[in-house]
T-cell receptor, first 111, second 114 residues
Framework: EDQVTQSPEALRLQEGESSSLNCSYT??????LFWYRQDPGKGPEFLFT???AGEEKEKERLKATLTKKESFLHITAPKPEDSATYLC????????????FGSGTKLNVKP | KAGVTQTPRYLIKTRGQQVTLSCSPI?????VSWYQQTPGQGLQFLFE???????NKGNFPGRFSGRQFSNSRSEMNVSTLELGDSALYLC?????????????FGNGTRLTVT
């Protein structure tokens, strides 16, 4: 059965305190792993796509990595404006193309 | 380039009524997907349209329906509203159908059913 699990559910960091968010998945026919950021009252905003194990993508203080079963979103020296909910979504192609969204990690960075 | 536009932003309806939500995708995007987001269930896939054809459907009752027009704009309809339909409804567009092209979301329609 296809499933996605994100951990932790919530994470509180002090400004400058680096950490990692985890996305574990079991999805057949995986095409890519997508990360999104969602601010309160807004739709998710696309961040990265990772297509193969070992691939890494960076954007400002964020770096996403991918293995065969997990993806990590590393946050280096976060700032309060990085506070948001981060969602991962493995994308499947095949007879039933779709995205499986995790429940998200709510990040709060305190100044 | 204009993003995904959803209207209206907020709706308050009474149980038993029906509602229509509208979505204008990014220019050039032919795939439009709809999602329901609630605090308890997260993002749940409703359906996807590509070139006016429904390509995929999630596990929602038949009260939830949609359509896509020739200009790729999409509408979603919910009939016989129930209290549990209160949620943020998100529309997303993408270049390609399926799970290999990033989704670009609108800011949603917040539906409250009383």
């Amino acid at each position: 059965e296809d499933q996605v699990t994100q951990s932790p559910e919530a994470l509180r960091l002090q400004e400058g305190e680096s950490s990692s968010l985890n996305c574990s998945y079991t999805v057949s026919g995986l095409r890519g792993l997508f990360w999104y950021r969602q601010d309160p009252g807004k739709g998710p905003e696309f961040l990265f796509t990772l297509y193969s194990a070992g691939e890494e993508k960076e954007k400002e203080r964020l770096k996403a990595t991918l293995t065969k079963k997990e993806s990590f979103l590393h946050i280096t020296a976060p700032k309060p404006e990085d506070s948001a909910t981060y969602l991962c979504a493995p994308g499947r192609v095949g007879n039933f193309n779709k995205f499986y969204f995790g429940s998200g990690t709510k990040l709060n960075v305190k100044p | 380039k204009a993003g995904v536009t959803q209207t209206p932003r907020y709706l308050i309806k009474t149980r038993g009524q029906q509602v229509t939500l509208s979505c204008s995708p990014i220019s050039g995007h032919r795939s439009v997907s709809w999602y329901q987001q609630t605090p308890g269930q997260g993002l749940q896939f409703l359906f996807e349209y590509f070139s006016e054809t429904q390509r995929n459907k999630g596990n929602f009752p038949g009260r939830f329906s949609g359509r896509q027009f020739s200009n790729s704009r999409s509408e979603m309809n919910v009939s016989t509203l129930e209290l549990g339909d209160s949620a943020l409804y998100l529309c997303a567009s993408s270049l390609r159908t399926g799970g290999d092209s990033p989704l670009h979301f609108g800011n949603g329609t917040r539906l409250t059913v009383t």
